[in-house]
């Protein structure tokens, strides 16, 4: 069953510079797919961020196109501080880690 309107769910990729963060985009563009085939608009998987800066840069990016929730896709270890900064960003909506 399709709704009229999609929910609007928008990816953060989160990984570490050290890691294999092309494996963490494969789980995550499955991921959306998965949830695409449910009927949810999930948008495109960005590379992963791999600093604060870049988690805050990826998590505004994702607000841009106006999500109802958003999921930060933990593709790798990271750094704790990374994923908080995106958090911190996203907080005022739905999340799911």
């Known amino acids: 069953m399709r709704l009229p309107i999609p929910p609007r769910v928008r990816f953060v990729l989160l990984g570490h510079a050290d890691y294999q963060n092309d494996l963490g985009k494969q789980m995550a563009r499955a991921s959306a797919h998965r949830l695409a085939e449910a009927g949810l608009d999930c948008g495109t998987i960005g590379e ?50």
């Open 48 to 97: 992963a961020a791999v600093t604060k800066d870049a988690a805050i840069a990826a998590a505004r990016a994702a607000l841009r196109e106006d999500p109802d929730a958003v999921i930060l896709y933990v593709g790798t270890w990271l750094e704790a501080p990374v994923a908080i900064a995106a958090l911190r960003e996203v907080e005022h909506l739905p999340v799911a880690v």
